[in-house]
Protein backbone atom coordinates (compact mmCIF):
# COMPACT_ATOMS: atom_id res chain seq x y z
CA UNK A 1 0.00 0.00 0.00
CA UNK A 2 1.07 2.90 -1.05
CA UNK A 3 1.49 6.58 1.41
CA UNK A 4 1.38 8.82 -1.79
CA UNK A 5 -0.35 12.37 -1.28
CA UNK A 6 -2.02 14.38 -3.98
CA UNK A 7 -2.20 17.82 -3.65
CA UNK A 8 -5.51 19.96 -5.30
CA UNK A 9 -6.31 23.61 -5.42
CA UNK A 10 -7.20 25.46 -2.08
CA UNK A 11 -10.31 26.93 -4.14
CA UNK A 12 -11.33 23.62 -5.36
CA UNK A 13 -10.85 22.19 -1.72
CA UNK A 14 -13.44 25.27 -0.62
CA UNK A 15 -15.95 24.58 -3.34
CA UNK A 16 -15.88 20.80 -1.95
CA UNK A 17 -17.02 21.96 1.14
CA UNK A 18 -19.42 24.51 0.17
CA UNK A 19 -21.01 22.23 -2.48
CA UNK A 20 -20.56 18.85 -0.60
CA UNK A 21 -23.62 19.23 1.69
CA UNK A 22 -25.80 20.70 -0.94
CA UNK A 23 -25.54 17.76 -3.04
CA UNK A 24 -26.25 15.46 -0.26
CA UNK A 25 -29.11 17.24 -0.02
CA UNK A 26 -30.47 16.75 -3.20
CA UNK A 27 -29.51 13.69 -3.98
CA UNK A 28 -31.50 12.63 -0.86
CA UNK A 29 -34.74 14.27 -1.79
CA UNK A 30 -34.62 12.89 -5.25
CA UNK A 31 -33.76 9.84 -3.93
CA UNK A 32 -37.30 10.32 -1.82
CA UNK A 33 -39.36 11.53 -4.36
CA UNK A 34 -37.80 8.14 -7.16
CA UNK A 35 -39.25 5.94 -4.36
CA UNK A 36 -42.41 7.34 -4.07
CA UNK A 37 -43.20 8.38 -8.21
CA UNK A 38 -39.71 6.82 -9.99
CA UNK A 39 -41.48 8.03 -13.22
CA UNK A 40 -42.48 11.61 -12.33
CA UNK A 41 -41.33 14.35 -14.88
CA UNK A 42 -38.90 16.79 -13.13
CA UNK A 43 -39.57 20.14 -13.52
CA UNK A 44 -37.63 23.03 -15.46
CA UNK A 45 -37.21 24.98 -12.45
CA UNK A 46 -35.81 22.23 -10.91
CA UNK A 47 -33.72 21.11 -13.27
CA UNK A 48 -31.97 24.40 -13.48
CA UNK A 49 -31.46 24.38 -10.15
CA UNK A 50 -30.07 21.12 -10.12
CA UNK A 51 -27.81 22.11 -13.10
CA UNK A 52 -26.06 25.25 -11.54
CA UNK A 53 -25.34 23.23 -8.33
CA UNK A 54 -23.68 20.63 -10.94
CA UNK A 55 -22.03 23.24 -12.50
CA UNK A 56 -20.22 24.36 -9.85
CA UNK A 57 -19.31 20.40 -8.65
CA UNK A 58 -18.09 19.76 -12.20
CA UNK A 59 -15.26 22.84 -11.28
CA UNK A 60 -14.13 21.08 -8.35
CA UNK A 61 -13.96 17.87 -10.73
CA UNK A 62 -12.68 19.25 -14.35
CA UNK A 63 -9.53 17.23 -13.64
CA UNK A 64 -10.29 14.01 -12.82
CA UNK A 65 -11.20 11.29 -14.60
CA UNK A 66 -14.58 10.59 -12.95
CA UNK A 67 -15.60 13.84 -15.05
CA UNK A 68 -16.17 11.79 -18.62
CA UNK A 69 -18.73 10.29 -16.58
CA UNK A 70 -20.38 12.87 -15.22
CA UNK A 71 -23.49 14.42 -17.22
CA UNK A 72 -25.70 17.72 -16.50
CA UNK A 73 -29.18 17.27 -16.68
CA UNK A 74 -30.92 17.88 -20.20
CA UNK A 75 -34.15 20.26 -19.99
CA UNK A 76 -35.45 19.44 -22.80
CA UNK A 77 -35.70 16.05 -22.65
CA UNK A 78 -37.41 16.46 -19.21
CA UNK A 79 -35.89 13.82 -17.19
CA UNK A 80 -37.75 11.72 -14.70
CA UNK A 81 -37.07 11.42 -10.87
CA UNK A 82 -35.39 8.28 -10.93
CA UNK A 83 -32.84 9.39 -13.93
CA UNK A 84 -31.97 12.36 -11.92
CA UNK A 85 -31.39 10.28 -8.91
CA UNK A 86 -28.92 8.57 -10.65
CA UNK A 87 -26.57 10.96 -12.35
CA UNK A 88 -26.56 12.96 -8.70
CA UNK A 89 -25.54 9.71 -7.24
CA UNK A 90 -22.63 9.32 -9.69
CA UNK A 91 -21.99 13.51 -8.86
CA UNK A 92 -22.13 12.33 -4.99
CA UNK A 93 -19.42 9.11 -5.72
CA UNK A 94 -16.84 11.40 -7.41
CA UNK A 95 -17.05 13.69 -4.84
CA UNK A 96 -16.44 11.50 -2.19
CA UNK A 97 -13.56 10.15 -4.22
CA UNK A 98 -12.27 13.66 -4.30
CA UNK A 99 -12.37 13.88 -0.95
CA UNK A 100 -10.78 10.54 -0.20
CA UNK A 101 -8.07 11.26 -2.81
CA UNK A 102 -7.24 14.79 -1.51
CA UNK A 103 -8.26 15.09 2.42
CA UNK A 104 -6.32 12.90 4.78
CA UNK A 105 -4.09 12.55 8.09
CA UNK A 106 -0.89 15.19 8.07
CA UNK A 107 0.54 13.59 11.09
CA UNK A 108 -0.99 16.22 13.70
CA UNK A 109 -4.19 16.88 11.85
CA UNK A 110 -7.08 15.56 9.07
CA UNK A 111 -7.33 18.35 6.31
CA UNK A 112 -6.86 18.89 2.84
CA UNK A 113 -3.80 18.62 0.94
CA UNK A 114 -3.26 21.68 -1.11
CA UNK A 115 -0.31 22.94 -3.59
CA UNK A 116 1.45 25.99 -1.49
CA UNK A 117 1.38 29.01 -3.55
Known amino acids: MTNKKYYTAPDKASTHDTTMPLLQAMYGEFKEISKKKPDSAVSKSKIKITNRL ?26 QASDVTLILSQYVAAMNAFHDKYYGWDGTDHKWFVEER
Open 54 to 79: LERVRVVLKDEESIDFLDLLDEDDVP
